[in-house]
């Protein structure tokens, strides 16, 4: 029996032993999991590390080391269906060199929890069984302590008087804040939120109700944008994509984003939010017409790409 057979083997049952579900009992979350100790098959378990490594570099060093392939686009499943499951149960952490990068980010990388290290370097040890015991009673300990931290970099948003929401760190989420709590106090003042989207949660704060009384109903599959106002005073909704690296709303999105409010009682802006002119620069000829342009690092001024609506002389005051 070959080394990587027996070492692919062994933490297919410790995952067992963990108590994770059938779903992460396989062949890639194994893999996964030797990744993270950097147990190559030459190697003995006492001799695992804790390297810092991405999804792609997980992979790279699977095919490496176990001779296994998986396709490129094999990288959402390895996060959805192992990683995920992996953070949530305490055993590895995410982006521990920097808790506020991205959820979205290509940086992001993954290391095992220092007390799981410890324990897995005591398999087949004497000391295993005790060990595991007293590790599996920890572990809601250590889940509620890695959920406080992630908690705690999160962005908090002030969407109304008195009411808070949070997002995932990140360039997005800032802007996002910015959009809730600078632009709309200028230009749509006494607006409703509906709809604030999350990078690490698609729904970040939605409105259902609100959006149906105006006639519109999103399924799941829906692409939203990334915010959404209801700008009481005119019956406007005012619909927002913020951009920190793609997504402006150009002739394609204009279309869907007609297409997914349709049925709206009330009248659709489109507008679209950039950090800065720098990066607006790189999607000038991108922004579909009769929309708007909004920057945080300006924020008391729009850009109109709407044509001879607004063709007259500025009256300086």
Not at 35 to 64: D, F, Y
Not at 67 to 84: G, K, L
Not at 119 to 124: D, N, Q, T
Not at 186 to 215: H, M, V
Request: hydrophobic residues 40%.
């Amino acid at each position: 029996m070959t080394h990587q057979y027996t070492h692919l083997q062994t933490a297919q049952r410790i995952l067992i032993e963990l108590g994770f579900p059938r779903g992460q009992q396989n062949d890639r979350s194994a893999l996964c999991l030797l990744a993270l100790l950097n147990l190559s098959p030459e190697k003995k378990w006492h001799e695992a590390e804790r390297p810092l490594i991405g999804i792609t570099p997980i992979m790279e060093w699977v095919h490496r080391f176990y001779e296994i392939a998986y396709a490129p686009n094999s990288r959402e499943t390895f996060r959805r269906h192992t990683m995920h499951q992996f953070c949530e149960a305490g055993i590895a952490l995410y982006n521990p060199d920097d808790p506020r990068r991205p959820v979205n980010s290509p940086k992001a990388v993954y290391q095992i929890e220092p007390s799981a290290l410890d324990l897995l370097k005591k398999v087949h040890s004497q000391e295993w069984q005790d060990s595991l015991k007293i590790w599996l009673a920890s572990r809601k300990t250590l889940k509620e302590r890695y959920a406080r931290e992630r908690q705690i970099n999160r962005i908090p948003v002030t969407i109304a008087k008195n009411q808070k929401i949070s997002l995932s760190p990140g360039e997005h989420s800032e802007l996002i804040r910015q959009i809730i709590e600078n632009f709309a106090s200028r230009f749509i003042p006494g607006s409703c939120l509906i709809y604030a989207g999350d990078t690490g949660e698609k729904w970040g704060y939605f409105n259902e109700e609100l959006l149906r009384q105006l006639g519109v109903r999103i399924d799941e599959h829906g692409k939203m944008p990334d915010v959404v106002f209801h700008f009481i005073e005119k019956n406007w909704l005012i619909v927002v994509e913020s951009v920190t690296s793609h997504g402006p709303v150009d002739g394609k999105r204009h279309a869907e984003l007609a297409n997914l409010f349709a049925d709206s009682s009330a009248g659709i802006v489109y507008v679209t939010a950039f950090p800065n002119r720098s990066i607006m620069g790189r999607y000038l000829g991108d922004i579909a017409w009769e929309t708007e342009v909004w920057v945080a690092d300006a924020p008391t001024h729009l850009i109109h790409f709407n044509g001879s609506r607004f063709l007259g002389p500025y009256v300086e005051k």
